[in-house]
């Protein structure tokens, strides 16, 4: 097989580059589809999020359980979703991206069965044990599988499908809560939890019909499927072509390899992705290494899912009272997160990540700081309705979700996802989003502690100051991605630069 033109004369080259024209917005639209389909699995985790804020509540109510344990039950599910994180990387390089996807929404599907169904705390914790796994295989491999097909000119663009869709669940979380808030006691949260089943099945359907990772067909040696894959998702033959080279390069397989098939290179004895990774990294990739993990960090300890999860409470402190009125709030709270991520959508690959992240966690920083201090007015004068200090803290709560939304959120995903080589890629996310997953837990698990030992606004306080040093952490330390072609990224932290492709 030739990855050669066979076009002679000028004539066919003009046909074909007429055809190559336009051909272009149906690679687009193809990769575009494709993006969706994956990240779809994104939405597991949202409406967990979004879902469990409103039915702690009648759980707390129907079960007679404390806040301690209502605290583990919120967070907990964090943890148990690094068994799934730690064992995508692994399943993903044996099985593929594609049929890991259909993995995290089986598993997912009967997470969401088991909690639906729960007659008791410990059952109800089981359920969330099988749905963490589930969340943590779809956020690995989601970004992953997105970030490997898209084309450099659109990867931002689609590789923050995934926070969207995250955001998407979250909205529908809170209406479900809402929604399902007139059912009796026993039924409301019952029906919440178990009909996050429902969408878990469709999308494992749905991606079913999506091709597979064209790197993870070079890394296995199918270099002809790669091709035909490519194809569909470049706006041209030859930029189809020259990502091919690039990635038989970061596979170690000769550019000049025209075959169908080929026998991968094997590692050397004794060597292995984790000790390339963790024991004896080259320089840049320690430093991608440190990106990851501190990128991830900084965007789950800067307190975003206290917000989220605990919306409900942190409006009732701030002085809406009735259940209906904080579920109504929460549900703005839904929507704005969801309009603020486009903003990242459509500027992400215009303007960078760099400039989005820095301007997300300043807005985070300047309004945490306020609701921070809304809050501690409230709680100085216990008995008082101060009608500004209300107002400042729910609009704060609205700001700081739209600051995170168009920055932290997304571009997290996007540039952790993109930045390592091949072959360190799918066990690198894993450990980026394992940290993410620990610090989601940590904060979700002691937040209402948090809030009674060092007061609700100490807590944000706290937040605050930890996002002003990923503020300058992130202006110091990482480099602008946008842009580059992903076997480029080495080379930005330092590392050999990707030999150039002759004759493209």
């Not at 967070?75 to 993903?92: H, R």
């Not at 593929?96 to 169904?117: E, N, S, W, Y």
Request: charged share 15%; hydrophobic share 50%.
């Amino acid at each position: 097989m030739t990855f050669e033109s066979d076009n002679s004369d000028g004539s066919s080259s003009q046909v074909q580059a007429s055809n190559d024209s336009k051909e272009k917005p149906n690679s687009q639209l193809f990769a575009f589809a494709c993006a969706i389909l994956s990240c779809m699995t994104s939405i597991l985790l949202g409406y967990d999020i979004g879902v469990m804020s409103g039915a702690v509540i009648y759980i707390q109510k129907d079960l007679k359980i404390t806040d301690v344990q209502v605290e583990i039950l919120a967070g907990v599910l964090n943890l148990y979703c690094l068994v799934g994180s730690f064992a995508a990387g692994k399943t993903s390089d044996l099985i593929g991206r594609k049929f890991t996807i259909v993995v995290a929404a089986a598993i997912f599907f009967a997470g969401a069965l088991l909690m639906g169904l729960a007659g008791s705390y410990a059952w109800l914790m089981f359920g969330r044990f099988v749905a963490g796994i589930g969340v943590g295989f779809a956020l690995v491999i989601a970004p992953l599988y997105t970030a490997e097909l898209a084309p450099a000119s659109a990867r931002g663009f689609l590789s923050s499908f995934p926070e969207i869709f995250i955001n998407v669940g979250i909205l529908f979380g809170y209406l479900s809560n809402w929604a399902f808030s007139k059912l009796s006691l026993t039924l409301g949260w019952r029906v919440m939890l178990g009909i996050g089943a429902v969408p878990s099945v469709f999308m494992g359907i749905g991606v079913l019909a999506m091709p597979e990772s064209p790197r993870w067909l070079v890394l296995k040696g199918r270099l002809g499927d790669a091709k035909r894959i490519l194809l569909k998702t470049s706006t041209t033959k030859e930029e189809a072509t020259e990502r091919l080279l690039a990635i038989q390069e970061a596979a170690g397989i000769p550019a000049d390899c025209k075959d169908e098939k080929v026998k991968p290179p094997k590692a050397e004895k004794g060597h292995s992705v984790f000790q390339d990774l963790l024991i004896h990294p080259t320089p840049a990739v320690r430093k991608i290494l440190i990106a990851n993990l501190a990128m991830h960090f900084f965007q789950q300890a800067s307190g975003i899912d206290a917000v989220v999860l605990y919306s409900p409470r942190i409006f009732k402190k701030a002085g809406i009272e009735t259940d209906e009125a904080l579920l109504k709030a929460t549900v703005a709270v839904g929507f704005v997160k969801l309009l603020s991520i486009m903003i990242a959508t459509i500027f992400m690959d215009k303007i960078g990540r760099r400039p989005l992240i820095l301007t997300s966690l300043g807005g985070m920083i300047v309004s945490v700081g306020l609701l921070a201090t809304g809050l501690t007015v409230i709680d100085q004068h216990p008995g008082t309705k101060l009608g500004w200090a209300i107002v400042l803290s729910v609009v704060m709560v609205l700001a700081y979700v739209s600051f995170f939304s168009m920055g932290m959120g997304p571009v997290t995903w996007v540039y952790t996802s993109e930045i390592f080589p091949l072959k360190l890629r799918a066990q690198g996310t894993g450990l980026g989003v394992g940290l993410n997953r620990v610090m989601s837990g940590v904060i979700s698990m002691t937040f209402l502690s948090m809030s009674k030992a060092l007061t609700i606004g100490g807590s944000f306080y706290l937040f605050g100051g930890v996002a002003l040093v990923g503020w300058i952490f992130c202006y110091t330390f990482l480099p602008e991605t946008q842009g580059k072609n992903l076997e480029d990224m080495e080379a930005l932290f330092g590392g050999k630069p990707a030999a150039p492709q002759e004759g493209l």
